[in-house]
T-cell receptor, first 117, second 116 residues
Framework: AQKVTQAQTEISVVEKEDVTLDCVYETRDTTYYLFWYKQPPSGELVFLIRRNSFDEQNEISGRYSWNFQKSTSSFNFTITASQVVDSAVYFCALSEAGSGGYQKVTFGIGTKLQVIP | DAGVIQSPRHEVTEMGQEVTLRCKPISGHDYLFWYRQTMMRGLELLIYFNNNVPIDDSGMPEDRFSAKMPNASFSTLKIQPSEPRDSAVYFC??????????????FGPGTRLTVL
């Protein structure tokens, strides 16, 4: 069974600080996908990134970066120089790959990030 | 291109009433998902469809919940009778394996349901 753990339920930082959101996953598959979604106060879920299990390269997109480490089953998300607009709930998710079609996506409980001006 | 459309955005009803939530997936997407989000349980998958056919409804909490997808552009989630513990945000999402990001799901804005 697949499982996603986001141990940090709430984090508060002051604007311009860096912040890292932790994500630890469990799966028995060797091929899988990891995701991060953002849910701002308006409520919609916004896709941020997908990473497949064969690609351990870290990724940077502007102020966002992701650190994927298979050895520790972690897929952490760092926001550099945080801004008030980053305030949201962030979800980490895992999907096991299959022979085709949809494979169930399991979401973590979410980490609520508050950036204080 | 319009995203996933859900209606209503907010619904307040009394216990025992029937509630119908609606969803229009992104055109061309062949998968549709219904999720429920609560503080206690996070985001739970209730049911999903592929080509209008229900594939897995193991997440549906009980017989009071039912979902249909009569065509590729419309789905409903019905709760009858509703109970206060059904209060949650219900999301609809759609996906296509042909999408650029495999298994990426596109979420609607959600329906916030309050059962008094």
């Amino acid at each position: 069974a697949q499982k996603v753990t986001q141990a940090q339920t709430e984090i508060s930082v002051v604007e311009k600080e860096d912040v890292t959101l932790d994500c630890v996953y469990e799966t028995r598959d060797t091929t899988y996908y990891l995701f991060w979604y953002k849910q701002p106060p308006s409520g919609e879920l916004v896709f941020l990134i997908r990473r497949n299990s064969f690609d351990e390269q870290n990724e940077i997109s502007g102020r966002y970066s992701w650190n994927f480490q298979k050895s520790t089953s972690s897929f952490n998300f760092t926001i550099t120089a945080s801004q008030v607009v980053d305030s949201a709930v962030y979800f980490c998710a895992l999907s096991e790959a299959g022979s085709g079609g949809y494979q169930k996506v399991t979401f973590g409980i979410g980490t609520k990030l508050q950036v204080i001006p | 291109d319009a995203g996933v459309i859900q209606s209503p955005r907010h619904e307040v009803t009394e216990m025992g009433q029937e509630v119908t939530l609606r969803c229009k997936p992104i055109s061309g997407h062949d998968y549709l998902f219904w999720y429920r989000q609560t503080m206690m349980r996070g985001l739970e998958l209730l049911i999903y469809f592929n080509n209008n056919v229900p594939i897995d409804d193991s997440g549906m909490p009980e017989d009071r919940f039912s979902a249909k997808m009569p065509n590729a552009s419309f789905s409903t989630l019905k709760i009858q009778p509703s109970e206060p513990r059904d209060s949650a945000v219900y999301f609809c999402a759609s996906s296509s394996p042909l999408a650029r990001v495999y298994n990426e799901q596109f979420f609607g804005p959600g329906t916030r349901l309050t059962v008094l």
